[in-house]
Each structure stands twice: as structure tokens, then as C-alpha cells.
């Protein structure tokens, strides 16, 4: 074929993880390399008995186009949900989105020109990598320590021309798994203020905690309206329904939907009306409580499995959520080479030069503990603490 594809889709070439997933056909393979919430966490009996009550007494209206901002009880739902980050809002300024990624990508649809810098914690989840590439937005890192982004940094990073946006994933961040403090929440909001700068604060893992105390929401201390909070309901009920929703004051919330008209006219009526319902229900809180029982065993199984078996070259994170553990070797060892190997004893995880956005982390490396069983996240990072000894 002869095509000239947009320039857009140059420098991309596929998710790293999807790559991934190609090495891990083989079913003797321990992956601790996906994001996915674990399948018998799904709650099928609820999702089904809710979808035949939907049908029996509004399916003509679910089963029909809808609005575009969103199915109006589930925004209701959403408005009456978000105090609990510290939101007090109302319906104008909730959309509903296919997930957050694709609020990811309507707010970078409305925000972001060829060239346009976006500020980035680095690492910072790849798949909003992905995204802001596709609209060819260049990358300024802030850095980031234990505690999440550095606010002194990002002032700094704002003296060097104005960027679109920042993006921040403030708990159990993806891939490092570290939650910014409080202080540096507060920080940040001021900063978006005194700067006129938006924040996006990507959040799908905040109710995912195992330890410790909840922590604000960096737009609960914007009053201004410079932050853009994204939830999902991905890892709290199920990825499969495509359910996020974007909050944000309404002059931004019009353009994404402008944007999103353009994209897929609105979110699943369908999904959007059982997030509702399971809301409505007060099956959200038990859920995540159960969630939160199962993936806080898992963790800490991790957690100790490396204690015992990874060189203590290796430095890891210690989350108190999430689904993510953050590895960094030595600077000489390449993450990718070392995938190899690992998955010739059969372990994955993802490398983590994919999460950086300027070619530096190709010495480190995230693992999942959400999908594998105890006993194989046992068994994996006891591997895996083998090949890594070998290459040291
Ligand atoms: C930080 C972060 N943001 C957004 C997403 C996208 O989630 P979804 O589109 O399923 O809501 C993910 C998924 O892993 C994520 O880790």
C-alpha cells in the first residue's frame, strides 16, 4: 500500500505493554506486567441483576442516544460521590467519559497545539504519554521525589515558557506507586492559581488504599478553577464498562464535549446507567472494601517476597495502594534485556523506559500485583530475584 498517514502518528509506535503482551502467550508465564484489576473481583451477580432491572424500567431510554455531557443520574450520582476527594460541585461541571483515558485525551483535544508543552511527572503512566504524543505535544519533566512532584520544581519548570497543562497522578501513581503528600497538594493548587496553569489530576487509583490515611484531592484546595480532576471507574467496578468522568469548571468542560461530539457522541448509555446504579445502590463502598481486602494481602505478599529475594542493589517502592511496585537497578542494567531473560523462566513486567518521556529509566521496572495469585507473585519475584543476581 502507498499511504501518507498524519504526521501525528510519526514518532509512535505501539504500547509498550501491548508489545508486551505478545511475549506472554504462553500460559507457563507469571505476568506482573499488566494494570488489570483482578477478574474474580468483578461483580457479575450485581452488573447482571442491575442490567435486567435497567431493561425491565428504562430501557427504551438507555437503549437510545443520550446527551453528549453524560446519562444525567449518573452525573447526579458523581456529584453526590466526589465529596468524599474533597469535591463539592455540581452536574455543570461533570462529563461523563469513556474512561479517563479518553478524558486524557479530550483535554489535550482542547488544549494542546502541535509543539505545545505539557508538564509531566517522569515516570508518569504511558498510555497519557501515548495520548498527548498523538497530539504532538513535547514533554517538560518536573521532578519528583518519595513524596511525588517537587513544587519548588514545577515553579521552576514554569519560569522556562508557559506549558498547556500539567499532568499528575497524585496517588499511588502509575507506575511508581508513591502518593504526593499533602503539603505539596496544597502547593500545587496554589502554584495552578499564581500561574493560571492547568492541573490534570488523573485519580483512578485513590480509593485503592491499604494502609494509611486518605489524602484531599489536589482540586479539593483549587479554588480558582485550574484543576481538572479525572476519576474512573475502571479499577473500582470494572474496565470493561468504559466509565470515567472528567471535573472541571463548565468553560472547559464545554470544549471537551465539543471534543468528545466529534468522538464518540457520549459514553455507553448502558455502562453509564449500571455505574449509576451500583452507586445509587451503595455497592460502591462495600465493593471497594472487599477490593481493597484482597489487593492489600497481594501487596504486602510482594512487598516481603522482595524483602527476601531481590539484591539489595535493587531499590523498590513501598506503596500504601494502587496496584503498582516501582524497581530501580543500577544504572547499567537495561530493563528491556532483562525481560528477555525474565520471561525465559517465564516472569514478566514491564520495563520502564516506556513511562519515561525523555529515553532515561531504562534501569527500571514496574511490577503488578493485582492480577497474579499470591502464590505466584510468590513465585515470580523469587525468580526474578534470581535473573536479576545473575546480571548484577
Ligand atoms: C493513571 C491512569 N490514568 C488513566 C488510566 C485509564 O483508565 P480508564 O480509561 O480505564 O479509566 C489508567 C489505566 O491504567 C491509569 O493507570
Known amino acids: 500500500m502507498n499511504l501518507k498517514y498524519a504526521d501525528r502518528l510519526q514518532n509512535l509506535s505501539g504500547n509498550a505493554i501491548r508489545e508486551i503482551f505478545k511475549l506472554l502467550a504462553s500460559p507457563e508465564i507469571i505476568s506482573l506486567a499488566g494494570g488489570n484489576p483482578a477478574p474474580e473481583t468483578f461483580p457479575c451477580a450485581e452488573v447482571a441483576r442491575i442490567t435486567t432491572k435497567l431493561m425491565e424500567e428504562q430501557g427504551s431510554s438507555v437503549l437510545q442516544y443520550g446527551a453528549t455531557e453524560g446519562w444525567m443520574p449518573l452525573r447526579q450520582e458523581i456529584v453526590r460521590w466526589l465529596p468524599g476527594v474533597g469535591i463539592h460541585t455540581d452536574v455543570d461541571h461533570v462529563l461523563t467519559t469513556t474512561g479517563s483515558q479518553q478524558g486524557l485525551d479530550l483535554v489535550c483535544k482542547a488544549m494542546v497545539n502541535p509543539g505545545d508543552i ?8 504511558l498510555g497519557a504519554l501515548h495520548t498527548m504524543k498523538t497530539y504532538q505535544a513535547q514533554f517538560r519533566p518536573v521532578e519528583t521525589d518519595e513524596d511525588g512532584l517537587i513544587p519548588q520544581a514545577l515553579e521552576q519548570a514554569l519560569k522556562d515558557g508557559k506549558p498547556k497543562f500539567l499532568y499528575i497522578i497524585p496517588t499511588f501513581q502509575n507506575p511508581s506507586g508513591r502518593t504526593l503528600t499533602l503539603e505539596r497538594r496544597k502547593a500545587i493548587a496554589r502554584i495552578a492559581a499564581e500561574h493560571e496553569l492547568l492541573v490534570v489530576e488523573d485519580d483512578p487509583y485513590r480509593d485503592l488504599r491499604y494502609a494509611g490515611e486518605a489524602l484531599p484531592s489536589i482540586a ?11 476519576a474512573s471507574f475502571s479499577k473500582l467496578i470494572s474496565p470493561g464498562l468504559r466509565v470515567g468522568a472528567a471535573i472541571g469548571a463548565p468553560e472547559l468542560m464545554q470544549k471537551m464535549t465539543i471534543g468528545k461530539q466529534g468522538a464518540d457522541v457520549h459514553t455507553s448509555n448502558l455502562s453509564q446507567a449500571i455505574v449509576a446504579e451500583f452507586l445509587k445502590e451503595g455497592l460502591l463502598v462495600p465493593h471497594i472494601a472487599e477490593l481493597c481486602n484482597d489487593y492489600r494481602v497481594k501487596m504486602e505478599a510482594m512487598l516481603s517476597a522482595i524483602s527476601e529475594n531481590f539484591p539489595a542493589q535493587v531499590k523498590v517502592t513501598h506503596p500504601e495502594g494502587g496496584l503498582f511496585v516501582w524497581a530501580t537497578l543500577p544504572p547499567y542494567i537495561d530493563t528491556t534485556a532483562l525481560l528477555k531473560k525474565a520471561t525465559e523462566h517465564n516472569v514478566a513486567f514491564v520495563p520502564g523506559a516506556g513511562f519515561h518521556c525523555d529515553g532515561t529509566g531504562t534501569n527500571t521496572f514496574r511490577l503488578n500485583f493485582s492480577m497474579p495469585s499470591v502464590a505466584n507473585i510468590k513465585k515470580a519475584i523469587a525468580i526474578l530475584g534470581e535473573v536479576i543476581s545473575d546480571v548484577l
Open 118 to 125: 505539557v508538564l509531566v511527572e517522569n515516570p508518569t503512566f
Open 220 to 230: 479539593s484546595f483549587d479554588e480558582a478553577g485550574y484543576v481538572l480532576y479525572l
